[in-house]
């Protein structure tokens, strides 16, 4: 009899054991859920560069419809949040409070609509949200809001508190041994906010190496240039100066963007910064490298078709939208 309960018994718990292995193995080792290498192969970069045409498309569409909102910094930055969410990031769109998915912190929360749209197409919620923008009961409101979705990660929109809210996040993880990556976007206009400063100092100081700080550098603010307002250079040596590893790269070039992700991620005993030149309002020709539209979508009508048919054609370098 004593025997009989032993087998069985070791059998249940074998059994237990196989299920819950394989349920969890479906659960989270599909797609992007697993750490790969990021080597991008040409057929994946051309459906990149394709996903971030789309997403500039949408997110004029949207900025139209709620007649307010960021266009040049979103437009800049489409490239990089659509390789973060479609080819660097570990998650899960589907268990967006998976513990140990990569965190993206947003500290430049103006630019949000290039965070929403790619989130909608990347499945954490239905493109038909994306006309709420900006709107009262909408979720997705001018400035993340974490409350609203905690998807998110954090709630942004005063300049500088995202890097130390990011710090805080890989300073946890490193103590936690937890394997996930911290990627926090900031802008350059925003490292005139003192704040950003001690973040930099703390993840040099703590060796923040599962930290990646992506600046947006697009040398434009609110009232101008950057240089002529509060000059940054030399920027890549002030990182320096406080222990982080610099990388710089083309922030509209998907395939730059990513040998600088693997470059960060090589290094296992500094936070890195990835300065990204980018260029603001980047695939509409009225639009970019003009400061002036910082904080402003384009007008419904004329200029709202001008602006779709720039991205659609690529600059008019072809015929039709549909060439
Ligand atoms: C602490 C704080 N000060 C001021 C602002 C107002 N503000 C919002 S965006 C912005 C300009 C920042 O420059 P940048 O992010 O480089 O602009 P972009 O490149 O996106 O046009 C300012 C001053 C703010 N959000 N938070
Ligand atoms: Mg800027």
Known sequence: MGFFVLIFGFWYFYFGALCYNISTMLKFSLGPKVRQPLHLHDKKLKALEKKASEIREDLIEMLVEARSGHSAGPLGMADIFTTLYFHVMVHDPKHPDWKDRDRLVLSNGHITPIRYVTMAHAGYFPKKLLMTLRKMGSPL??????????????TSGPLGSGSSQAAGMAYAALMDKSPWRVYCCMSDGELEEGQSWEAIQFAGANKLYNLTMIIDR??????????????????AAKFEAF????????????????TAVERAQGVSDKCSVIIADTIPGYGVDFM??????????????????????????LWGKIQSEHE
């Open 243 to 258: 222990g982080l590893n610099v990388i710089r790269c083309a922030g509209n070039d998907i395939r730059d963007f990513v």
């Open 288 to 313: 970019e490298y003009d400061f002036l539209w910082h904080g402003k979508p384009p007008a419904k009508g004329k200029e709202a078709k001008d602006a779709l048919k720039d991205l659609r054609t």
């Open 218 to 235: 697009n040398n434009i603010q609110i009232d101008g240039p950057t240089e002529e307002i509060m000059p940054l250079e030399p920027l």
């Open 141 to 154: 409101q001018g400035h993340p809001e974490y409350e609203w979705m905690p998807a998110l990660e954090t």
